[in-house]
C-alpha cells in the first residue's frame, strides 16, 4: 500500500510493484511499449490516491492496481465517528 501524490509516483510504484523494476535499465526483459500501455491503462483517475495490488478474482498468482480515493477515506473516517467533512 503506498499513498500516490502525482503521476511520478504512480509510475515508480507500478513499476517497483508490478514489473520488479527499480532501475530504468532493468526494464529490458519487458517491451517498453507493453509497459508504457499498461501504465497508461491501469492509472488513477485523480491524486492523491492510496495504490495497493491485489490478487485478480480467479487468478491468484497474477495481481492488478487498484486505488482508493479521498472521497472513500473520508467516508470510512465519518463511518468510524471522526465526523469531519471533505
Not at 530504468?24 to 508504457?36: K, T, Y
Not at 491485489?54 to 486505488?67: I, L, N, R, S, W
Amino acid at each position: 500500500m503506498k499513498m500516490l501524490q502525482n503521476e511520478a509516483d504512480y509510475r515508480s510504484w507500478i513499476m517497483a510493484e508490478l514489473f520488479m523494476v527499480r532501475e530504468p535499465r532493468d526494464s529490458a526483459l519487458f517491451v517498453e511499449q507493453e509497459i508504457e500501455d499498461f501504465i497508461f491503462d491501469a492509472r488513477p483517475t485523480a491524486y492523491p490516491c492510496v495504490a495497493v495490488m491485489v490478487q485478480t478474482k480467479g487468478e491468484p498468482a497474477v495481481c492488478e492496481p487498484k486505488f482508493i480515493y479521498k472521497e472513500q477515506v473520508f467516508e470510512w473516517a465519518h463511518q468510524m465517528g471522526f465526523g469531519f467533512g471533505s
